[in-house]
């Protein structure tokens, strides 16, 4: 038999003899990694003004009346690791898992599964029904609805598909990032865009840096800056250096000069180098849109060479973007191009130099983006490589960058990536 918090928020609180003790402020709730959330106690005001909490094993019944089963309840001691229904989770925001979205809560709904039992929190209600009822108009409602032959929907989400995230409840976050993780990057981004920047900043501190570098990307600019500057530097340095190195450096060049020399000092040798060599291109540039993470392959390899040279390649490792093999001498000049897919069907002996496209389209550092865009579009590429003077390979320009001059960064986000 299920029940709602708000049936009992405030209800008078009886004993065994039907004396009235006062009345409920809260339930508490103790949660597990699985399973539903156990009723611990309930938060008691009683008629002289004095609160207590009485352990819930003392609870006879909780609804349509609460009723205990003892004349003189024994008092509940807090462990610490309770969750508080009406003041950590009634009317605050959630994550539908499932739903990969964000809710509010308006109700919440427990559970005994049998008479003399436990009860259990066991969903959130988020439909209109909850809110009638909160109202106290929900049966009036329901009769109205049922004269023209319509029935009042109850939308309840269950507890083991949602996250709570509040910044004032940090027992909770272990149990979110559990179920946050089960999340795409664009997903927890979108969230996050919804969110009161407490819980979207609480949201972000508790993912680890890879994910948080994913999400970070996925956001709107001016959010990007805001969230990254209110966490710990020691940790926005991290984060930076998890994300891609042109999407970094996208971030760092929208910040005072000051901000951003502070956070490239906290990152990592090899990074802030990176991050400094992409910073001296102007942003619309080639230089300034590509990335340094690409796949390179030396000259003479057979294609079965090839392959295994690439399975233990740090290089080919971190390019999480590997649609084409860029060849290359031993001074890292650009000799020739194949893709991944050409170079898996060769036959194991062929050699790749004789495979290769010895002549592929490239662009310098200073090409204008629109002009990158333009010769994407025209060859129909997924990236195109950038070359210094020497022939030196500097980076790439994937697909998506390319295009930001002529779709806005909103819609491109919404494209699906082939690469």
């Given at each position: 038999m299920a029940t709602y918090l708000s049936h009992v928020l405030d209800a008078p609180l009886w004993n065994a003899q039907a004396a009235r003790l006062g009345k409920c402020l809260d339930l508490?709730?103790?949660?597990?990694?699985?399973?539903?959330?156990?009723?611990?106690?309930?938060?008691?005001?009683?008629?002289?003004?004095?609160?207590?909490?009485?352990?819930?094993?003392?609870?006879?019944?909780?609804s349509p009346a609460i009723i205990l089963n003892v004349v003189d309840p024994q008092a509940y001691e807090l462990r610490g690791d309770e969750l508080f229904l009406r003041?950590?989770?009634l009317d605050r925001q959630i994550v539908d898992v499932e739903g990969h979205r964000l809710?509010?809560?308006?109700?919440?709904?427990l559970t005994r599964v049998d008479a003399?039992?436990?009860?259990?929190?066991?969903?959130?209600?988020?439909?209109?029904?909850?809110m009638l009822r909160r109202l106290g108009v929900e049966n009036l409602?329901?009769?109205?609805?049922?004269?023209?032959?319509?029935?009042?929907?109850?939308?309840v989400i269950p507890w083991q598909d949602v996250a709570p995230v509040q910044a004032d409840a940090p027992i909770r976050l272990r149990v979110t990032q559990d179920k946050i993780r089960q999340l795409n990057p664009v997903d927890i981004a979108e969230i996050i865009g919804d969110m009161d920047r407490p819980s979207g900043l609480t949201l972000l501190n508790i993912l680890d840096d890879e994910t948080a570098a994913d999400t970070m990307s996925e956001i709107e600019p001016d959010l990007q800056i805001s969230l990254l500057m209110s966490l710990a530097p020691e940790r926005a340095a991290d984060v930076l250096e998890e994300m891609d190195p042109d999407d970094a450096a996208d971030l760092l060049a929208s910040m005072e000069v000051e901000q951003r020399e502070s956070y490239l000092e906290l990152m990592e040798d090899p990074e802030s180098v990176e991050m400094v060599r992409l910073l001296s291109f102007p942003d619309d540039t080639a230089g300034g849109i590509m990335t340094t993470e690409f796949t390179t392959l030396p000259m003479g390899f057979t294609a079965g060479d090839a392959l295994n040279y690439l399975r233990h390649s740090d290089l080919a490792h971190e390019d999480e973007t590997l649609y084409y093999v860029h060849?290359?001498?031993?001074?890292?000049?650009?000799?020739?191009?194949l893709s991944l897919r050409d170079l898996v069907m060769l036959d194991p002996q062929e050699s790749v130099d004789e495979i290769m496209d010895a002549d592929p389209i490239?662009?310098?550092p200073l090409v204008p983006q629109e002009e990158v865009a333009r010769i994407v579009a025209r060859y129909n590429l997924l990236e195109v490589p950038v070359v210094n003077e020497e022939g030196v390979i500097q980076g790439i320009v994937t697909v998506d960058d390319a295009i930001d001059a002529v779709i806005p960064t909103a819609w491109k986000k919404r494209l699906p990536r082939f690469y």
């Open positions: 508490i709730v103790l949660e597990t990694d699985r399973g539903a959330p156990v009723l611990r106690a309930i938060l008691m005001l009683a008629i002289d003004g004095s609160e207590s909490y009485i352990s819930a094993t003392q609870l006879s019944t909780l003041r950590q989770v809710v509010r809560v308006n109700d919440l709904q003399g039992g436990r009860y259990y929190l066991t969903g959130v209600s988020v439909g209109t029904s909850s409602s329901s009769r109205v609805l049922r004269a023209f032959g319509r029935e009042l929907g109850e939308r060849v290359v001498d031993q001074d890292s000049r650009l000799r020739g191009m490239t662009v310098s």
